[in-house]
């Protein structure tokens, strides 16, 4: 299960509570994980992610409710600005992170859509395309892809004109592609899973290239936090003899679990007790056309063994 930083707790006992106090967390948290979902497609980041939510928290605290008709619009809307500005820093560092970058893996097995009525912009694919969109491109994505709002409403979010909202939508959708509307299925990401792991443990990870799209890139990210490629691995021969060196010389002695990451299977490899790394697939049409390889143990902490 991720484990994400703590909810706004109600006051403790001896606190000064007054039923304004109580009313406000109570509208707060049960809007609490569509502002996660939101922040989290946002930037790609589970710290990242609570920091907005919990600046929304404060921004409530500190606003006169009585004359706030709507306040799951309204915290909406704040999320969404705050994140947009959070995106423009997160952008900045990412131009200097060390290696390809991934997004954090977040565990959907209670909430595959995360908070929102729609399962989009939440694979990892689809993450990694909207790091081509501007803050403001990916809030028009988010909120008409993800969570359904009409034009309409994304545009008094954003404080934009209705016809800017669907231009900003449509241009959205074209750098993007249409390739999120296939439905993805997630019995054929967990056969491919496990077939690779069947090759890894029985040292024939060439077998597995049968199932790799001609031009699979392998995508590691290790952040500069562990030893880790720097570059992509492109091709069926370099990524299939990349897994067979990581597999012989780190997780060959590791324990292999299944998890969910981002509403898809995914796999963990277990080192001493901790996680060690994540895979994850992208497929489309039964081929394997990208391998995330998530090492960076900074990214991994919602993905610790129990027990």
Do not use: C
Not at 44 to 56: F, I, K, L, R, T
Not at 178 to 184: K, L, M, S, T
């Amino acid at each position: 299960m991720t484990s994400r930083p703590p909810a706004p707790e109600r006051p403790g006992v001896g606190e000064a509570t007054t039923l304004d106090d109580t009313g406000a967390l109570d509208t707060f948290l049960a809007v609490r994980p569509q502002l996660f979902g939101i922040a989290y497609r946002m930037l790609g980041g589970v710290a990242e992610a609570e920091d907005v939510v919990q600046d929304a928290w404060i921004r409530w605290q500190g606003t006169d409710r009585t004359v706030v008709a709507n306040p799951a619009a309204f915290l909406t809307t704040v999320t969404t600005r705050l994140a947009i500005n959070a995106a423009t820093s997160a952008r900045a560092r990412r131009e200097t992170y060390v290696g390809p970058w991934l997004p954090e893996p977040v565990d959907t097995s209670d909430d595959p859509a995360l908070g929102a009525e729609r399962a989009e912009a939440l694979e990892t694919a689809t993450l990694l395309l909207m790091e081509h969109l501007t803050p403001v491109e990916r809030a028009v994505y988010v909120l008409r892809e993800a969570f359904g709002y009409p034009h309409r409403k994304v545009a008094e979010i954003l404080d934009l004109s209705e016809a800017n909202a669907r231009q900003l939508a449509r241009r959205a959708r074209d750098r993007l592609g249409r390739r999120e509307a296939v439905p993805v299925d997630a019995g054929e990401h967990r056969r491919l899973l496990d077939e690779f792991v069947a090759a890894a443990h029985e040292g024939d990870l060439a077998r597995f290239e049968r199932y790799l799209a001609d031009g699979v890139v392998a995508r590691p990210d290790g952040g500069g936090r562990v030893h880790a490629s720097r570059v992509e691995l492109v091709g069926r021969a370099r990524v299939s003899l990349f897994f067979e060196n990581v597999w012989r010389k780190y997780w060959d002695a590791g324990r292999v679990r299944s998890v969910e990451a981002n509403g898809l299977p995914a796999i963990v490899v277990d080192l001493d007790g901790a996680p060690f790394a994540l895979v994850s697939l992208d497929v489309v049409d039964g081929r394997v056309e990208h391998v995330y390889v998530q090492v960076n143990p900074d990214k991994l902490g919602g993905y610790t063994a129990a027990g």
